[in-house]
């Protein structure tokens, strides 16, 4: 087993992902830590659990507040708009004051670190849309309380905006971002492969999917998942992943979060070599799929470009949808680029599919206005779709 555990701290992992509830899952996490071996081997999964019980406790405490009456402060931010975004970055690097240039929200901005204690939402316009920024409170590793509480932000959230300063070195401050986050099950790069493990079925346990575990065969799987008292299952792996990724996923789930890098102060004298260096590092890893736009909160460089970004980087299209002989909706539904007339139907009513007819299209999509399609018509960004239906 990767971390090579005793039989004693074995049992109480497996008892933490039997936990139904936060305070079993608080009570094994903390019953693990006590007799979890201290030795090399044993230190990722160690530091996974610390981290994990920081943030458990958090949730646990944000479910009282809510009990209580909503009394106290809000950790977690409910979603609005097209998209919820995760403002993220260190110490004083000015994103407090990009949401509240971009949105108009109240956030709190100050020349001393960690003015922002909570998250603060705004809304910002684009074409018909809002996406929901979220400020959240700095990340560093001098301020572990609030490494739990951003992360669950970026997790809930569908995407991550990261801002770094250009008055210092921006690659050393992307870098640790992503490294506390990833610690946490966040990631803002493209993993090399990824786990996903549902209990139960009716075959044991099964390795599916297009990927493949390196230094494991199914046999191995089988073994690790029964030290966690689990004999039925599903591991779903996608590109190359190794037997510890697999025991991680088992103890938690891992997002990816695509990301928009800002590069702030981009007006301040040097600027212009640091986002040099940071902008070649990001070039070479392409592949990871993070974008980078170099702003100005101070006198607004390219601050108007964000809508347009987040769009694009979120890979979603805008689609509008009339009844017979009536004008389009003003509001967009809002779908994944690749969607089809079936995905608006479903998103509209769950029994539209069921009594469709036809379809008419007006719009980027359509060979001529107002074509009739069915409901395999894949849609793009504009278009107005009218349903007919049965009833």
């Known amino acids: 087993m990767p971390a090579n555990l005793t039989p004693e701290a074995q049992a109480k992992l497996a008892k933490y992902s039997e936990a139904k509830t936060l305070e079993e899952k608080i009570r094994a996490l903390e019953e ?24 458990l406790r958090e949730e646990l405490e944000e479910q009282r507040r809510k009990k209580r009456g909503g009394g106290g402060p809000r950790i977690f931010v409910e979603k609005e708009g097209a998209a919820q975004v995760a403002v993220i970055g260190p110490p004083n690097s000015g994103k407090s004051l990009l949401v ?49 509480r ?4 970026a997790r809930n959230a569908d995407a991550v905006v990261l801002v770094v300063s250009l008055d210092e070195d921006p690659l050393s ?43 494991a065969t199914v046999k191995d799987v089988e073994r690790l ?6 004999y039925r299952a599903k591991v779903y792996v996608e590109g190359e992943v190794t037997l510890e ?32 260096r940071l902008y070649e590092y990001l070039s070479r890893r392409r592949e990871k799929g993070v974008w980078l736009l170099p702003v100005s909160a101070r006198t607004g460089l390219n601050l108007d470009k964000l809508g347009e970004v987040l769009f694009r980087r979120l890979g979603i ?3 509008y949808t009339k009844k017979p002989n009536a004008e389009p909706s003003r509001t967009p539904v809002v779908l994944p680029k690749g969607a089809t007339v079936r995905d608006l139907a479903e998103h509209i009513h769950s029994d539209m599919v069921e009594y469709f007819q036809y379809a008419k299209i007006w719009g980027p999509s359509a060979k001529y206005p107002g074509e009739r399609v069915g409901l395999d018509h894949v849609l793009e960004d504009g278009d107005v779709v009218e349903i007919h239906s049965k009833r």
């Open 225 to 230: 998942l029964a030290r966690y008292r689990v």
């Open 173 to 215: 401050q992307y870098r640790m971002i992503r490294d506390l986050l990833a610690e946490h099950g966040v990631y803002i790069e493209k993993p090399r492969g990824t786990v996903r493990v549902e209990k139960g079925g009716e075959h044991g346990v099964q390795v599916l999917g297009t990927g493949r575990i390196l230094d």
């Open 317 to 319: 299209i805008r689609v």
């Open 32 to 55: 693990f830590l006590s007799a979890a071996p201290k030795h090399k081997g044993a230190e990722n999964l160690l530091l996974w659990a610390r981290r994990r019980l920081a943030e």
């Open 100 to 148: 509240h240039r971009l949105t108009g929200a109240r956030t709190m901005v100050a020349d001393y670190p960690f003015s922002t204690r909570l998250p603060v939402p705004g809304m910002l316009p684009y074409r018909d849309i809002k996406f929901q920024l979220v400020d959240t409170p700095p990340l560093s590793p001098s301020a572990p309380q609030y490494i739990p």
């Open 150 to 153: 951003v992360a669950g932000i």
């Open 245 to 276: 990724d697999v025991e991680m996923a088992l103890l938690r789930s891992s997002v990816y979060r695509p990301t928009v890098v800002l590069a702030n102060k981009a007006d301040l004298p040097g600027a212009g070599e640091r986002y040099r």
